[in-house]
Structure formats: C-alpha cells, structure tokens
Nanobody, 118 residues
Framework: QVQLVESGGGLVQPGGSLRLSCTAS????????MGWYRQAPGKEREWITT???????NYADSMKGRFSISRDNRENTVYLQMNSLKPEDTAVYYC????????????WGQGTQVTVSS
C-alpha cells in the first residue's frame, strides 16, 4: 500500500510558475514509477510525466520544455515544476505510483487544484 499526498497547487497568473509536491507514505526508492497526471473539467485524465526508480524521465510531447519532474528519495517526495503556465493548464493534478506487485498496482493521491488565471 502507498498513500500519496499532493500539495502546492493554487491560483497563478499566466506566465507564472508552480511547484507541486507528492509525498509518499513509504520509501519511494523502490517504487517502480512515479508520475503526474491532470484532469481538466469535462476532460479525461491526461498523462504528464513519469520518473522511474532509476531516474529515467518521460514526458508527454505537449508538456516537454515547460514541465519537469524530479524526486528526492530522502524526503519520499516527487516534484512537478511547472513554468510558463497557461490558462489551459488549469486542472486537478494527480500524483501516481506504480509498484508492489505483478502486475504492478497503481496508487493515486487526492489531487491538487491548479488554476491559471489573471
């Protein structure tokens, strides 16, 4: 079992930046993959980025260049740095962890709201 708690969301002006955090209830060093997704009103949940236990990062093409994922194993935390935010980035952002079984189990946080507006 893995509990995930996101934080760092809020209201930001277009062009601004935010850093989201996702803290896990256990060591993330052995979690196969951690990632971020988002869901805007009336839309399906969308994959943003993932990072493996080996530190390999992958990004959705539309997110490359503005979003960056990182992890701090000592703090059991994964971060999503978001720059040059646009109104269309407004969504609930969710943390995900895949681990602990075969097939892998998927765990979700409760989400954090990001609103980009002037």
């Amino acid at each position: 079992q893995v509990q995930l708690v996101e934080s760092g969301g809020g209201l930001v002006q277009p062009g601004g930046s935010l850093r989201l955090s996702c803290t896990a209830s256990r060591s993330i060093a052995s979690i196969n993959t951690m990632g971020w997704y988002r869901q805007a009103p009336g839309k399906e949940r969308e994959w943003i980025t993932t990072i493996t236990s080996d530190g390999i990062r992958n990004y959705a093409d539309s997110m490359k260049g503005r979003f960056s994922i990182s992890r701090d194993n000592r703090e059991n935390t994964v971060y999503l740095q978001m720059n040059s935010l646009k109104p269309e980035d407004t969504a609930v952002y969710y943390c995900n962890a895949k681990c602990c079984g075969s097939p892998l189990n998927s765990y979700w946080g409760q989400g954090t709201q990001v609103t980009v507006s002037s």
